[in-house]
């Protein structure tokens, strides 16, 4: 990861370590909306309406998909039952995935969402804080304060939203999960605001077990 600070705008550039997430889909993904409608979809059965409602709910659910691979939100269909379920797509094209359609979503998605996007403040992507910078925590505190320094008012990230109005404050709370305990990840905590939903981890924690286990990556460390 690199940082640098354009003095004169008073701008932070970083490449993957913040994010912020608009809560519409830009418009480059709604040059082709299909996958936004796809992914709006809560069955295989679902019949979805180009609309901006639905493109939101697309994009929102592609959101959690990028960031959690499986928020706690979305419930895998057993392999044969979903290939038998295709038989009962009303579209069985190839766009449409011959009808596949291997998972449903439970009512709660949106709040896993609304977690993740935050009211648009920086934060640092799940796949980042479960396998990579724990590995590191004293380190990228000290990488984060050192950038913290700069008085910049706003960052651009590599990725998603651009740019962010924020500044040194936002950008090392959104490192706060590195100062918490797995199981002080608490919405009541002093820094709740950025600390995700416990729940939503629990693949990439599985994932991290099963790198540790095989020697493929180091195990997190504590401060």
Do not use: M
């Not at 609304?114 to 724990?134: C, E, M, S, T």
């Amino acid at each position: 990861e690199v940082a640098f600070f354009h003095r004169r705008s008073h701008t932070l550039l970083v490449t993957d370590s913040i994010l912020s997430i608009p809560e519409d889909p830009p418009a480059i993904v709604q040059l082709d909306p299909y996958p936004l409608l796809f992914h709006a979809k809560d069955g295989v059965t679902s019949v979805v309406t180009d609309n901006p409602v639905n493109r939101r709910k697309g994009w929102q659910r592609i959101a959690l998909f990028a960031l959690y691979f499986r928020p706690s939100a979305l419930e895998t269909v057993p392999f044969v039952q979903s290939i038998l379920d295709a038989f009962k797509a009303g579209d069985r094209s190839r766009k449409a995935y011959f009808g596949w359609f291997p998972f449903t979503w439970a009512e709660n998605w949106k709040q896993s969402f609304d977690a993740l996007q935050g009211n648009k403040r920086p934060f640092v992507a799940p796949i980042l804080q479960a396998l990579i910078l724990n590995r590191a925590p004293r380190e990228t505190l000290h990488w984060a304060d050192r950038v913290a320094r700069w008085e910049f008012q706003r960052i651009i990230p590599c990725h998603f939203d651009a740019p962010i109005e924020a500044g040194p404050r936002q950008f090392r709370n959104a490192f706060a999960f590195l100062e918490q305990k797995s199981d002080e990840r608490s919405p009541s905590s002093e820094q709740g605001s950025y600390l995700l939903p416990s729940e939503d981890f629990q693949l990439l924690r599985d994932i991290d077990a099963g790198l540790c286990k095989r020697g493929i990556t180091p195990p997190p460390k504590e401060l």
